[in-house]
């Protein structure tokens, strides 16, 4: 893992990120069929808050309260019937310095795994040469 990924309190996904880890995801799945599921997931998260759902963005708001504090931003859009994208965005609340040791990297890692038991992985950045 490169040093900055740790010494920030701020990592996203896309489609053509450096980090292989950290690349736009693919799912078999419809786009609310997705979100339904990203919902559930952070339902079932002890210390989240969703905040707000856009189905007609695909986005879905929340906030982490418990242990490290964070704000996550899912975003879920359908690229073709039954491929779906989701990308995650995740800011860490910190007191002095914005570091957040890999926390952020690690929330979206730990997201993917668990969507990875719910659905089909197509597979990551497969549009980044387009």
């Known amino acids: 893992m490169k ?33 339904q599921a990203v ?14 759902i856009s189905a007609e963005r695909g986005e ?6 418990k242990g490290k504090k964070a704000f996550i931003v899912a975003t879920i859009v359908s690229v073709r019937p039954f491929e779906t994208a989701i990308d995650f965005s995740v800011t ?8 957040d040791f890999g926390f952020s990297r690690q929330l979206i890692i730990r997201l993917y795994d ?4 719910r659905f089909t992985y197509i597979g990551s ?5 387009k």
Not at 39 to 52: L, N, R, S, T
Not at 125 to 129: A, F, H, T, W
């Open 39 to 52: 919902k559930e997931m952070f339902e079932q998260m002890d210390g989240c808050y969703i905040v707000a």
């Open 92 to 99: 860490t609340e910190t007191k002095w310095f914005p570091i």
């Open 125 to 129: 950045g497969i549009y980044s040469d």
């Open 114 to 117: 668990q969507l990875a038991k």
């Open 3 to 35: 040093w900055k990924y740790v010494l920030t309190n701020h990592n996203e996904t896309s489609e053509r990120h450096p980090d292989e880890q950290l690349k736009s995801r693919y799912y078999k799945t419809t786009q609310s069929a997705a979100l």
């Open 60 to 65: 879905i708001s929340v906030s982490l309260t």
